[in-house]
């Protein structure tokens, strides 16, 4: 049996879901943990916007994965011949092909590569169908209606900006210095080179700075969504017939979630400082 981790903000969740779909596709008796990563405080688990389900392991399969069990017997002989846990974590940033000869194994890591289920693209696409929005589930708020039919009936980029937990000290500064202004405003000319009717939809975690330092006739401010009902913001994001993302797992999937065939997508030319990040980009992205 394979675990797959579930961790993170709904980027990384849908990343990590849509391996738990390829391990699936493969044969393999695979299941989610969904409990480790989560608690008070956290970010929200947010999978269910799309009517998705999936087998979750109990506590006693997570223990026996992870050689946690608290009897007696079982703690002497850890002390003894140390713990053999079957938690194997994603080496670095690039597509881990080891990842799929692991069982049983507890698969923790962000997984963000297309590779990963390169051979189950349809079955992903098929299920990051935002049905609880489109059941009511998830309601979609006026504001939000009124934006969607602009979007729809607009030449719409879907901007995102990332800043808020990006700029915490802790992260050692692997984010400083790649979406700055200046690649905002290169993207948008990039854009408007091909497209003079382009209309930008700007969506942030910090929508007083965007406002303040994007603005215009061509642009529009998206507000409205919070860290619990952020799939707000991917939603719109998806509908909009081009992209500007940042180095965010988010945007990464409002571009990919985007049926546009002509769609532009432009990313960052570097995804992280420090680390090699090759197999996060699409063949459909314009790297600038």
Request: proline share 4%; aromatic share 12%.
């Amino acid at each position: 049996m394979v675990i797959v981790q579930l961790s993170g903000g709904l980027g990384n969740q849908m990343f990590e879901y849509a391996l738990y779909l390829a391990l699936a596709a493969r044969g393999r008796q695979v299941k989610m943990d969904d409990v480790t990563c989560y608690g008070q405080g956290t970010r929200p688990k947010q999978l269910d916007v799309f009517g998705i389900d999936y087998e979750r392991a109990s506590r006693e399969e997570l223990i026996q994965m992870t050689d946690a069990s608290m009897a007696p017997f079982q703690r002497i002989r850890r002390k003894l011949a140390g713990r053999r846990s079957k938690a194997y974590r994603e080496a670095g940033v690039n597509m881990d092909p080891t990842v799929f000869e692991r069982d049983p194994a507890l698969l923790e890591g962000c997984f963000q590569s297309e590779k990963y289920f390169a051979d189950c693209r349809e079955q992903v696409r098929e299920a990051f169908q935002f049905r609880g929005i489109e059941n009511g589930k998830y309601p979609l708020p006026e504001s939000f209606r009124e934006l969607l039919t602009q979007i729809e009936g607009t030449q719409s980029v879907g901007v995102h900006i990332r800043r808020g937990d990006y700029l915490d000290p802790s992260h050692g500064g692997i984010y400083t210095g790649i979406c700055t202004p200046d690649y905002y405003s290169r993207a948008f000319a990039r854009i408007r080179e091909r497209y003079p009717a382009a209309v930008f939809y700007l969506f942030s975690n910090d929508p007083e700075w965007t406002g303040a330092h994007f603005g215009g006739a061509d642009m529009r401010l998206v507000t409205g969504s919070t860290e619990e009902t952020g799939y707000l913001d991917l939603f719109l994001m998806s509908r909009c017939r081009h992209q500007i993302i940042a180095n965010s797992s988010f945007s990464w999937w409002g571009a990919w979630l985007n049926g546009n065939p002509e769609k532009m997508v432009i990313a960052p030319e570097r995804w992280l400082n420090g680390q090699t990040c090759e197999d996060i980009y699409t063949e459909d992205m314009i790297r600038i």
